[in-house]
């Protein structure tokens, strides 16, 4: 099994882009877990901006459920945090990470997936990316690291 943090598309439009010509619709973040025969683990997720409910069922796919804007079944960022360690929360905490993140780190956590990690923060200038990730050695050790990468290529480059 593995985890991925993927986009997902809602009817609902974010209030600066509500009087715009072009139709821009609001996309939230989610975690999906695919099984070991590549399937997407079929799930729901409540917009952040709107709280529709949607059913999750491929990677960047979904279908909103009519009439649903509340659904007591799905985990709340709060509810994460009891199963995870203190030392992880408050560093997720302190990023101000999104719902997605927490559960990714649940998962690494409780599929022991060492040396895997979730995005702290990420900054962008020009070509060049950087950022901050939490890395899972172990259930009880865990390190912040530093990262960077070039966003395109060279053209002299091979």
């Not at 070509?127 to 912040?144: A, H, P, Q, R």
Request: aromatic share 10%; glycine share 4%.
């Amino acid at each position: 099994m593995k985890g991925i943090k993927h986009l997902i598309e809602c009817h609902c439009t974010l209030p600066q882009y509500r009087n715009s010509k072009k139709i821009l619709y609001h996309k939230f973040i989610v975690f999906s877990i695919i099984d070991n025969s590549d399937t997407v683990i079929s799930k729901f997720a409540q917009c952040n901006n709107c709280d529709v409910v949607h059913r999750v069922y491929d990677i960047c796919k979904s279908e909103i459920l009519a009439g649903r804007d509340e659904f007591n079944s799905l985990l709340t960022k709060d509810e994460l945090k009891l199963m995870l360690p203190d030392d992880v929360v408050g560093v997720l905490e302190s990023y101000n990470v999104d719902l997605a993140t927490y559960e990714k780190a649940k998962f690494i956590l409780d599929n022991n997936m060492w040396k895997d990690h979730v995005i702290l923060a990420k900054d962008s200038l020009d070509d060049e990316t950087t950022g901050k990730m939490l890395v899972f050695e172990s259930k009880k050790k865990f390190k912040i690291e530093l990262f960077s990468f070039k966003t395109s290529i060279d053209p002299g480059e091979k």
